[in-house]
């Protein structure tokens, strides 16, 4: 679910992106994320995940990703990737909203009037 960890917004995001990123020093790399969350802060976005090259955690800043293709539909993505980002992260905390509610609702125990907490 969403969070707010200090002056960070934090959502869930799911997903296999191949990014071409450019680092602080303007090296680029082409790296394989399984991505876990995208964190909105003061002038800063990043995407965090699991680099499956590095075998670690590591956030990218979406402003220095250059290209990110979806590797489970193959979507490419070149422009307005922030935008992309977002999208995804609320359509992730969307459907785990509503898992939540559908699990809640599974739980309640018919004609005792009984509510989940």
Known sequence: MERQDGAWRVLPIEGRFELVYEDGNGAWSVRRLQAHELKIGPGRVLVGGTDR??????GFRADRIHRLT????????ERNILDWLTRRAEGTRRARAAALRRAAREIRQPGDGSRAA
């Open 53 to 58: 090259d590095r075998d670690g955690y590591r």
């Open 70 to 77: 979806d590797r489970d539909t193959g979507e490419r993505v």
